[in-house]
């Protein structure tokens, strides 16, 4: 402990409580659908796929928008921009606390849509709490930030019982004050120490044009609008977001994903932070229709679950400092392919079956920590950009994960195929670090960095390049 409070005065502090909060409650208004889900299916009929479908659109919404804010964030100062996205993300509940009639599912999707503004908090909240720290502790600091993501604790506890006694519409009102609290504390201690280049403007038009863009196209997308029918349409909704944010921003953007690591990194980020997101996203709905827990119960154990995550993911980091992501990550992937194959061969009882998901949310925490622990170490001079596609690719993980368990369940009646499915992509994800192991390892080893070119290039993890 002593330790960590060395570290903390290496920086500024309160700029990095600043940038918890404001990833915290940003990442508690993102999966507010998923602990309420259970209520709002009763009261709409929604089939198990338009469940899916409901809770994953913010997650989507985040990975989309995440990008489109860190290309904002690149030119404007931080603070200001977190403050933007706490007033676009408290309008959902806003609204639905007066809405008088029991909102529609197109509404609810636009809504969601701006509930993802909250998740996309990490394009700004990271580099920005980076910024204020030496490049020797970015693992252990960006972990420290990133673990905001226990506002998913919040959901499971908070929302279901308020739901059940004030109806699910007018619990989200909850939200609002920690959303009040992280503005407030933003306002008096955020500092964003970045450099910046650019044009406002244009990147403002950028995030303005995805933000409107992707909440038409998550509306017609199901209703078949865009020549696609049923549920081949929900599962290409990602593929009109990538391409709808793609047309607007920067062509460093698309150069980036020229890149072999680029996109071993982004498969890898969608397993580790797509699961731990997803799943909680869709963790309410599994339990209840697995297990016929009651609503409650369910969001008390996404909470216990949400919470190991994100208690792990700045251990993860602290790991990844010591022995590299690259050695660390070899054990969570393998954690994961093999929890999500335990759950393909078999239906265990409740009580296993509570003990393997906290195995793979430990596992999820964990690798989060040790992915981004790469990130500035493989590209010190464009960590800001590699931050938004990476966490973008972790989001559109994230909306895969319940819409293909709520599609397996439809389909089949159960759930397996889903799981089948996630154990693929973990084992191919980890044969792909055992492949590359020996030549990540000369970089993502602090002492084989030179640490002029380190400290000069992540000053603040948010450096550009052209």
């Known amino acids: 402990m002593k330790e960590l409070f060395t570290l903390l005065r290496t920086g500024n502090w309160r700029a990095l409580v600043a940038s918890f909060l404001y990833f915290d409650t940003g990442f508690t208004v993102w999966l507010l659908y998923g602990p309420l889900a ?6 709409m009929g929604l089939t198990p796929a338009e469940q899916g479908f409901l809770v994953a659109v913010p997650v989507l919404a985040a990975a989309i928008l995440r990008v489109s804010m860190g290309n904002l964030y690149q030119t404007m100062d931080g603070r200001w921009l977190a403050l933007g996205g706490i007033g676009l993300s408290a309008i959902p509940p806003l609204f639905l606390l007066f809405y008088p009639a029991v909102p529609s599912f197109p509404l609810l999707i636009v809504l969601g849509i701006l509930l993802g503004v909250g998740g996309a908090s990490f394009a700004v909240a990271l580099p920005m709490a980076g910024s204020n720290y030496p490049a020797t502790v970015q693992g252990t600091v960006l972990g420290i930030a990133a673990a905001g993501n226990i506002g998913a604790v919040l959901d499971g506890f908070l929302f279901p019982p308020l739901a059940a006694h004030f109806g699910w519409a007018h619990a989200t009102a909850a939200a609002l ?10 306002f008096f201690w955020g500092k964003d120490s970045a450099p910046k280049s650019g044009h406002v403007g244009q990147a403002l038009a950028a995030f303005t044009v995805t933000l409107v863009g992707l909440a038409f196209l998550a509306v017609a997308t199901p209703l078949g609008w865009l020549g696609l029918q049923g549920k081949a349409a929900l599962l290409m909704l990602p593929v009109f977001g990538v391409l709808l944010v793609g047309a607007v921003l920067p062509q460093r953007y698309r150069l980036a994903l020229k890149e072999r690591d680029t996109w071993i990194i982004i498969l890898i980020y969608s397993i580790t932070f797509g699961g731990f997101v997803g799943m ?4 309410s709905l599994l339990l209840v229709n697995l297990y016929h827990l009651p609503k409650i119960d369910a969001g008390m154990l996404m909470a216990l679950f949400a ?4 208690m792990l993911r700045p251990l993860g980091g602290i790991i990844a400092d010591r022995v590299s992501g690259v050695l660390a990550l070899r054990w969570f992937l393998g954690g994961i392919a093999l929890t999500d194959t335990t759950f393909v061969l078999w239906t265990p009882s409740l009580p296993v079956a509570i003990a393997l998901l906290l195995f793979l ?24 950009i590699m931050t938004g596609i990476i966490g973008a690719a972790g989001g559109i993980g994230g909306f895969y994960l319940p819409v293909i368990l709520g599609i397996a369940k439809e389909e089949t009646g159960a759930y397996h195929l889903g799981f089948a499915c996630f154990a693929l ?7 792909l670090v055992l492949a590359m192991r020996r030549h990540w390892l000369p970089w993502s080893r602090h002492a084989a960095v030179a640490p002029d070119v380190v400290n000069s290039a992540l000053q603040g993890a948010t450096a550009m390049s052209e």
């Open 38 to 43: 259970p209520y709002m299916v009763k009261t």
């Open 307 to 310: 919470l190991t995550g994100a």
């Open 361 to 384: 949310y430990a596992c999820f925490g964990l690798g989060n920590g040790a992915t981004f622990q790469l990130v500035p170490l493989r590209w010190p001079l464009k960590t800001g």
């Open 177 to 186: 004050p920690l959303l009040a609290l992280a503005g407030v504390t933003m």
């Open 425 to 431: 992509l973990a084992a191919t994800a980890l044969g």
């Open 280 to 283: 909680s996203a869709y963790i």
